[in-house]
């Protein structure tokens, strides 16, 4: 298995838990690629998914502030 790459400052377990539930495949541990998408002037859609694995892993709209 190779080294988690973090790309935030991670100083206790807990951060290092949820950076790696967030970046990275649950069932294989690769690195998640992320997609953004404009869907208007306020949001941006964001889809991540597993290269290795070929799941999405998460789909999100976000509001623009």
Do not use: G, W
Not at 16 to 33: D, G, I, V
Not at 38 to 62: F, M, V, W, Y
């Amino acid at each position: 298995m190779k080294p988690i790459q973090y790309y935030e400052k991670i100083a206790s377990n807990k951060q290092k838990a949820y950076m790696q539930m967030q970046c990275h495949c649950a069932l294989c541990n690769t690195s998640l690629e992320l997609k953004f998408e404009n869907l208007n002037q306020d949001e941006i859609k964001e889809t991540a998914s597993c290269p290795q694995c070929e799941i999405r892993t998460r789909a999100k709209t976000h509001t623009v502030h």
